[in-house]
């Protein structure tokens, strides 16, 4: 089983959709969540970290369920320019400090 | 733009030689991580680097190797280069202690013929 599991996609969405990408992750060492969003032969920038409260910025929301080691990201309204592979990442508790553990990603293409 | 640089942005190599890829960190950052993304996957963890000294690595062979200049500035090395090495490599550097908040570079597009 993958350390990072996501829905490869592609998601193929309207302008001013709502989507919605889930993640699970396999260690339960893990500590803390992160979604990146990557663009087409682009490094990765992240997006948000992502707490146990659930945590929003404008359109986005990011939330996770430890119990179930699940991770969500919902792109409300979404624009052409959230065209992107959007990253899952997890690092674990100990281990190599700086160890981001990254899913395969989940293509999103916003269309007019 | 994160302040992190790469070099070369593209290299073409056969089977069998190294390489040498370069990093320079955002300034004040004192800890650099080394990805490698192949096609279609997510960035795979290589090694870490903390003044000066390794501090944790993927799982990758000893052919790929790395150094950490007293500037921070950064190297990864691959010797006997193999066709799957060929991937977009990618190096973030983090402030000292926040090693969660990783800033990457563009990355150096590596093929191997």
């Known amino acids: 089983r993958k350390e990072v599991e996501q829905d490869p996609g592609p998601f193929n969405v309207p302008e001013g959709a709502t989507v919605a990408f889930n993640c699970t992750y396999s260690n339960s060492a893990s500590q803390s969540f992160f979604w990146y969003r990557q663009d087409c032969r682009k490094e990765p920038k992240l997006l948000m970290s992502v707490y146990s409260s659930g945590n929003e910025d404008g359109r986005f929301t990011a939330q996770l369920n430890r119990a179930s080691q699940y991770i969500s990201l919902l792109i409300r309204d979404s624009k052409l320019s959230d065209s992107a592979t959007y990253l899952c990442v997890v690092k674990l508790n100990g281990g190599s400090q700086g160890n981001l553990i990254f899913g395969k990603g989940t293509k999103l293409s916003v269309k007019p | 733009e994160t302040g992190v640089t790469q070099s070369p942005t593209h290299l073409i190599k056969t089977r069998g030689q190294q390489v040498t890829l370069r990093c320079s960190s955002q300034?004040?950052?004192?800890?650099v991580s080394w990805y490698q993304q192949a096609l279609g996957q997510g960035p795979q963890f290589i090694f870490q680097?903390?003044?000066?000294?390794?501090?944790g690595r993927g799982n990758f062979p000893p052919r790929f190797s790395g150094l950490q200049f007293p500037n921070y500035s950064s190297e990864l090395n691959v010797n006997a280069l193999e066709l799957d090495d060929s991937a977009l490599y990618l190096c973030?550097?983090?402030?000292?202690?926040?090693?969660?908040?990783?800033?990457f570079g563009p990355g150096t597009r590596l093929t191997v013929l």
């Open positions: 300034s004040g950052h004192n800890t």
């Open positions: 680097y903390y003044r000066e000294e390794e501090n």
């Open positions: 973030a550097s983090s402030p000292s202690g926040r090693v969660d908040t990783q800033y």
